[in-house]
C-alpha cells in the first residue's frame, strides 16, 4: 500500500504555502488561529483525497502488442484502461519499454469519465533484431483534489520478438498486387522483346507485335493467331549478404545489415509474386543461415526465421568460401544479388576475383551504400582551408566509389549503389530490371 503512494506537485505547493504561513506567525502571532485553521482544513482534504483514491474505486487495464515488432518501423502499441471510480479520474500511464528503445519520457496524461474506458495508442521504432522485454505499465491516478496520486500496476511483463521488417514487405506486397510501386520509388520498366518461354497461342489483337504471329496456326484457323510469352519462371534468386564488420556501420539507429536483411525479405517476397524461386545466403567467415531457393507455402516463413538469427561480427568475411558454397551447392544459373559495402578501390580489388568467379556462373549484382555524410560534405560551403581540405578528401573517396562502379561493370558484374533508405526500392528496380531485359 505505502509503495502505492505519492504525493504530487500540487501537494508541495500547499505544503510551502504552509510553511510560509507558519513563518509570519513568529512576525505577525495574531495570525496563529487562521494558520491553524487553514493546516486542518489541509490535512482534512488530504485524508479525504486518500479515501476517495483507495476506498471507491481502482483502475485495471491490459497491453496490446503484436505477437512480433518489426524491425526499422513504427510499431502501434496499445494500453487499454478501465476506471471502477464514481468521479472523473486524472491518470498518467507509464509503459516500461524494453531497454534497447532507450526511451526514458514515456508519459501520457488521459482522464477517463467514471466508470468509463480508455484506450491510450502510442508507437515504437526498434533498431536492432532479438527479443525485447515490456515490463508493467504503470498508471498513476489521481482524483480532482489532486493531492496524492495512487500506482496501479497494470498488464504483465512480456517478452516480444523483433522480426525483420514484415510491415515493408507486407507494403510492398499490397502495392506490387495493385500495381503501385511507383508510389514507392519502383520505376516502371518497359520490357524489351519478350523471353523464350511459351504460353499458349491466341488470337491476334490490335497492338500485338506482328514477330509473334503464328502462320502455322493462322493457317489451320484461317485468321491471324500469335505465340503468347511470359515471363520466364521458377528462376533462383538470392539475397546474399554479408555479415563482416563492414556491414556494422550504423545509419540512423540500424547497421548497414539490418537495412540489407530488411530489403532481402522485401525481395524475396516480390520474387515469389513473380513466380520465381527465393532463397538466402549469409556469409561472414563462415556460411549460414541458408535458404535453399524456392516457391513453396513455408518458404517466405523459413527466409523471416532465417534473417532472424543472421547476426554479424567484427571478422572478415570470406568470400572464397562463398564462392566455393554457391558453386557447389545451387544448380542451374540464378540471380545473386550480394548486399556488401566497399569504402575504398582497395576493399573491391581483394574480392574481385571471387566476384568475378561468381558472375562466371550467375547473374551477379553488387549492392553497396553511399557514404551519406560525405555527400553533406561534399555539398557543404567551403569557408576556410582545413574545410577546402576534407572537401578534397570527400572528393577522393567519391570518385573511388565511382571508380569501384565501373570496375564492376567492366567486368559484366551489375551494380546498385544506394543511400540506406532507399535500399529496398532500389534493389526491386535491379531485379524488375534484369527480369525485363531477359538477363534473368
Known amino acids: 500500500m505505502l509503495q502505492s503512494f505519492y504525493v504530487t506537485p500540487r501537494f508541495y505547493g500547499v505544503l510551502a504555502g504552509l510553511v510560509t504561513m507558519y513563518l509570519l506567525v513568529f512576525f505577525i502571532p495574531v495570525v496563529r488561529p487562521f494558520a491553524d485553521s487553514i493546516l486542518f482544513i489541509g490535512i482534512g482534504v ?137 508510389e514507392v520509388g519502383v520505376k516502371k520498366v518497359r520490357r524489351l522483346g519478350h523471353t523464350m518461354e511459351f504460353d499458349h497461342i491466341r488470337e491476334y489483337v490490335v497492338g500485338d507485335d506482328y514477330r509473334t504471329v503464328n502462320w502455322k496456326a493462322s493457317a489451320r484457323r484461317g485468321e491471324l493467331m500469335v505465340n503468347q510469352y511470359r515471363e520466364e519462371r521458377s528462376q533462383p534468386v538470392y539475397s546474399v549478404i554479408n555479415a563482416g564488420r563492414v556491414m556494422r556501420m550504423p545509419f540512423k539507429g540500424m547497421t548497414l545489415l539490418d537495412y540489407s536483411i ?115 560534405l561534399l555539398h557543404a560551403e567551403a569557408g576556410s582551408m582545413e574545410e577546402v581540405y576534407t572537401q578534397t578528401i570527400a572528393e577522393k573517396f567519391a570518385n573511388e566509389q565511382r571508380e569501384i562502379i565501373r570496375e564492376l561493370e567492366q567486368r559484366g558484374i551489375y551494380a546498385v549503389h544506394t543511400r540506406p533508405e532507399n535500399l529496398s526500392a532500389e534493389t526491386i528496380n535491379a531485379y524488375l530490371e534484369l527480369k525485363a531485359r531477359g538477363v534473368v
Do not use: W
Open 46 to 182: 488530504l485524508l479525504v483525497d486518500l479515501i476517495l483514491l483507495y476506498l471507491t474505486g481502482r483502475v485495471t487495464g491490459h497491453r496490446h502488442v503484436a505477437d512480433r515488432l518489426s524491425n526499422g518501423d513504427r510499431n502501434p502499441i496499445a494500453a487499454h484502461l478501465r476506471s471502477t471510480y464514481p468521479f472523473l479520474v486524472r491518470l498518467t500511464v507509464i509503459d516500461e519499454l524494453p531497454v534497447q528503445l532507450q526511451v526514458r519520457d514515456m508519459s501520457i496524461r488521459v482522464r477517463i469519465p467514471p466508470g468509463g474506458e480508455r484506450t491510450v495508442r502510442y508507437s515504437v521504432r526498434p533498431t536492432d533484431r532479438g527479443e525485447y522485454a515490456f515490463g508493467v505499465v504503470n498508471v498513476f491516478a489521481r482524483t480532482p483534489l489532486g493531492l496524492v496520486e495512487r500506482r496501479f500496476r497494470c498488464a504483465e511483463e512480456t517478452t516480444v520478438p523483433v522480426y525483420p521488417s514484415y510491415i515493408q514487405m507486407q507494403e510492398y506486397t499490397l502495392l506490387a498486387a495493385s500495381n503501385r510501386l511507383t
Open 262 to 376: 530488411n530489403a532481402a525479405l522485401v525481395l524475396s517476397n516480390i520474387a515469389i509474386m513473380k513466380h520465381d524461386r527465393a532463397g538466402i545466403i549469409g556469409f561472414s567467415e563462415d556460411i549460414g543461415p541458408v535458404v535453399p531457393a524456392a516457391r513453396r507455402n513455408a518458404q517466405m516463413r523459413q527466409i523471416q526465421e532465417a534473417l532472424y538469427h543472421l547476426d554479424t561480427n567484427f571478422l572478415e568475411s570470406d568470400y572464397r568460401r562463398l564462392t566455393t558454397y554457391v558453386r557447389t551447392n545451387t544448380r542451374g544459373r540464378g540471380l545473386l544479388l550480394l548486399f556488401t559495402n566497399f569504402m575504398a578501390r582497395t576493399s573491391l580489388e581483394r574480392q574481385l576475383p571471387y566476384l568475378q568467379a561468381l558472375a562466371r556462373d550467375h547473374t551477379l549484382v553488387v549492392v553497396f551504400f553511399e557514404n551519406t555524410e560525405l555527400d553533406a
